[in-house]
């Protein structure tokens, strides 16, 4: 098959995604270029509902207390007074939630006795009676909320998960200093005075411990004798070559690379937060996978600048790491066990509230969260979102351009 070909049938599918997405959303939440509906306000900001020459304004009110509702009645024009009024609203929230409001007279309208929590988003369900006549109503009142089938929503990447308990582990940065631990140098000499005959290594070089690394004839006995490595490492360091003199000067230099110390500047800000053992990632330039161990232990004395060296030890046979290279260090600082979280992933601006998106079928709405503590995957969620509710975790940020193209808006 030719490249245009595929070429050609790439762009053809990817045309077809995107038209489907159009369609799907365009059947729930309308066209940009629909007429939106005209709502008649009345003298109280509220919504006027007409039949028969009966009104009612039903208005949102929530200046000093949480929000409820409040009905203002006329008939034919003139005020009717709140006693003779029953009145019943529902509110059919996304998922068959249905919200029951009584109503009872105070001053010249009828206060509702429930509280309309956020999302301000239901089909309405009005009825009244009056003087023996009754009168009812049915409108949407969507906000936050869109529909998107589930075919293009794996095609956009969208994904969900539940809401529910979570371990929080709680962090500060801080940074620091690869280096090597005590020991892990050894500075080799001569044990008899007498001229190096051969050298077996070169610098950078690995040897085993017991390896040879220089052959030296004794200037006393004119015998050979080996020079053995104390230990496992590298070369590091070479002073002498072949035909010198070796006295008690040192000739080379061997460092156990296996082990690596890192060091962490903590100034006194967070010093108090930090505990031996404390779990620690570890990010080095020039690789991806961070390094995770732990507090170790930490020095006594403190810098010019007061912060004080906390030690982490790092295994370093696979990782070819080098002393002096700078890491970047995530130290953990307390851990919390919260009976409800959603993933930072998934947060999103909406309004003046920090949402997630719930998911019922193949609908999304808002629902405003009152949040707690965090670490850097993690949410405590205090309030606005019931625990066992799926919600966006990735590329939530479709759903929110969906719901901002749609305007739903937050009518009272």
Not at 40 to 55: I, S, T, V, W, Y
Not at 324 to 331: D, R, S
């Amino acid at each position: 098959m030719h490249k245009f070909t595929i070429k050609a049938i790439l762009i053809s599918l990817l045309m077809l995604v995107s038209v489907g997405f159009t369609s799907e959303v365009a059947a729930f939440s309308g066209s940009s270029e629909e007429e939106e509906e005209v709502v008649e306000k009345g003298p109280h900001n509220g919504r006027m509902l007409r039949q028969d020459g009966f009104a009612i304004e039903l208005s949102i009110f929530e200046t000093g207390v949480p929000p409820e509702f409040r009905v203002w009645v006329t008939k034919d024009g003139d005020s009717v007074a709140p006693e003779q009024v029953d009145l019943n609203v529902k509110l059919t929230r996304l998922g068959g939630v249905v919200d029951d409001i009584n109503f009872q007279p105070e001053n010249d309208y009828l206060r509702g006795d429930m509280v309309i929590y956020e999302p301000h988003s239901f089909l309405v369900t009005v009825t009244a009676n009056h003087q023996g006549t009754s009168y009812s109503w049915e409108y949407d009142n969507f906000e936050g909320r869109t529909e998107i089938a589930d075919k293009v929503a794996q095609a956009m990447g969208i994904e969900t998960g539940i809401a529910g308990p979570a371990t929080l582990h709680q962090t500060i940065e801080v940074y620091g200093e690869l280096k090597w631990p005590p020991g892990a140098q050894r500075q080799i000499k001569a044990r008899f005075a007498g001229e190096i005959r051969k050298v077996h290594v070169d610098l950078g070089s690995s040897v085993k411990k017991g390896e040879v690394l220089m052959t030296v004839e004794s200037n006393e006995s004119l015998k050979p004798y080996s020079i053995r490595s104390p230990i496992t490492g590298v070369v590091t360091d070479l002073f002498s070559n072949e035909g010198e003199q070796a006295n008690a000067q040192v000739l080379l230099e061997v460092t156990a690379t296996d082990k690596l110390v890192a060091e962490l500047a903590i100034y006194p800000t967070d010093r108090a937060k930090v505990k031996l053992n404390a779990p620690v990632e570890l990010m080095i330039s020039g690789f991806d996978t961070p390094v995770r161990s732990t507090i170790d232990s930490s020095l006594p004395q403190t810098r010019s600048d007061q912060a004080k060296l906390y030690r982490v030890k790092v295994e370093n046979i696979e990782l070819g790491l080098s002393e002096g290279q700078f890491v970047t260090a995530k130290v953990e600082v307390n851990t919390l066990e919260v009976p409800l979280a959603v993933k930072r992933t998934g947060l999103q601006a909406f309004r003046d509230f920090t949402v997630v998106y719930a998911k019922v079928g193949e609908q999304y709405e808002v629902r405003m969260l009152e949040l707690g503590e965090q670490d850097s995957e993690w949410v405590e969620v205090l309030g606005g979102l019931e625990p066992g509710t799926e919600y966006v975790t990735e590329n939530s940020f479709i759903i929110k351009a969906d719901i901002e193209k749609s305007g739903a808006s937050h009518d009272h």
